[in-house]
């Protein structure tokens, strides 16, 4: 249902999105049996492209040309898509959007290899663009998002951090993908240099409210709308906003050093549950994202006059206010 | 020893791959302190670096200039590094050149995303590059070694396969990269277009003779030399050129099904050590790997005039004929 709403909003692109599909579709071919069976899985598994959808919109406000568009649009999806498959390797995943992951269908190795596979075809895609920007964007991204994943490894369990450190954890876990993603977009259609700014600056506000949001649903959602059970984030150490906001509350302190011990129960974590919900933190925090996403809407504002600028206001909405 | 070998042949490159290796080390700067300190861990556990002198050497053959060229020699030893760290992960290698591997020093998780990492400084070196061709070349080599990787895996433990499948799979795991690494050089350096092929193709046959003779020392050398038991290739299914050549011989078929079930013996594992090292199967394994660098030689012998000629005859000859 969450996917008709976002199919709504950019009913006009959907013909490009297609194309983009069947794009994604040719970009993930290999004369590897088992390489293009797993990344047709992987493929088939859905998603809601919202990074492609970022890169057209950004192109709209200067020469877009889906043909060209394409070779922004197809990497900036594969770049996320490879960093799930090996998420998966490393946190041990056997599910993921209700499917069997490519790790637990084939192996750590196929999946190893997969996700090596389509950050190739990633840089294979931009490297069909002619300005060095777009593949300067895209490295420094992809560099950012390892720095970020590695980041949140050393932060975890750690209760003497900030909110500094968490909203630098997120910029690069999340924001960073959204922002390059408008960016390159801008960049490829050749769109003015001060727009480009407010699309990536857009982009990065968006992100960081959706990544809070996602944080916030791991505590509220049912373990069924999660398809884990709520708190896995806390269970894993990752100290999210929601938790910074009362990290001095005692049996807080004491969930994540129990948790770190991986000897939590299930009463605990219904527990913790229980004490974060009807906690301030998670309005609190939903506060935070809206003031993110409010940053964004003022960037759209003062976008030149163009009939994109209402979807992004609503896809920013849709983002920052959806229910899982 | 081997390693002071090589140094003499590549004396006057000397300082400029002194320069390369303290790029490296830039390169692999990151913020994160646990990132920094495993790549680093990497660079100092050496190599040969091989393909950046190849790199050097091709582009030796146009206008080389070492502040140019260090943005494609450094990139192409960054691939070679990130690789073998995600082979750590599947492998689950502990130890690598007689030094703890990044899994077994840190987990597996920062493995993962340090090898991520040095592939995404790889392209952010390239990006520097204006040709694309460079970046084309390096984006096809990344995902042909990974379509490689899973082809390897494929035909694992399977009997039923020629030297055509074997050698397609080592011209992935091995000979593209060298092969790139020459060519890379030789795209940068504005080497004219007839000599950049032959440097291509001459990557290409030392690389294939360099994995040939590999997977002939897996068989012939001792476990200390090896750093691990001899004949590991066929245990983990790997069928290489010794075997290809012998694959009828009843004890050697009884052996890889039973390697395939993971029941092999050291009484077995020894036994079929001397079958194949009593055959003649080593021998013409060697045959076909002069052969190779015989058509490298012949590669060399039509380059134009250069001190550098020599050099490549050096290196074909110390990659073919190294004892391990």
């Given at each position: 249902m969450e996917k008709m709403k976002l199919k709504m909003i950019y009913s006009d692109l959907k013909p490009d999105i297609e194309i983009i599909e069947n794009e994604l579709e040719k970009a993930l071919y290999s004369t590897s049996h088992v390489l293009n069976d797993a990344s047709l899985h992987l493929l088939r598994a859905g998603g809601k492209r919202i990074r492609p959808l970022f890169v057209l919109m950004s192109a709209k406000f200067g020469h877009y040309n889906i043909d060209r568009m394409k070779y922004a649009a197809v990497p900036l999806e594969l770049i996320h898509m490879g960093s799930l498959v090996h998420d998966d390797v490393i946190d041990h995943s056997d599910m993921r959007r209700g499917r069997p992951t490519v790790r637990s269908q084939w192996n750590n190795r196929v999946a190893m290899h997969t996700g090596n596979f389509i950050f190739g075809r990633a840089i294979q895609y931009v490297s069909q663009?002619?300005?060095?920007k777009a593949h300067q964007i895209l490295a420094r991204t992809m560099v950012e998002i390892c720095n970020g994943e590695v980041i949140q490894i050393e932060d975890k369990f750690r209760l003497n951090q900030n909110l500094k450190d968490y909203f630098r954890r997120i910029k690069r876990k999340t924001a960073l993908l959204i922002e390059s993603s408008c960016e390159v977009g801008a960049v490829v259609a050749n769109v003015d240099p001060a727009v480009t700014m407010r699309l990536k600056r857009f982009g990065y506000y968006v992100g960081m409210s959706y990544q809070i949001v996602d944080d916030v649903l791991d505590f509220v959602s049912t373990d069924k709308q999660l398809g884990k059970p709520a708190g896995s984030d806390l269970l894993q150490g990752n100290i999210t906003l929601p938790i910074l906001l009362m990290k001095d509350h005692p049996k807080i302190i004491q969930f994540i050093e129990r948790a770190s011990k991986g000897i939590v129960t299930e009463e605990e974590r219904l527990e913790m549950l229980q004490i974060v919900r009807n906690s301030d933190s998670i309005q609190e925090a939903l506060k935070v994202s809206d003031q993110y996403l409010a940053k964004a809407m003022k960037e759209v504002e003062q976008l030149p006059e163009h009939p994109t600028k209402k979807k992004l206001r609503d896809i920013a909405l849709f983002i920052g206010k959806r229910k899982f």
């Open positions: 663009i002619k300005d060095p």
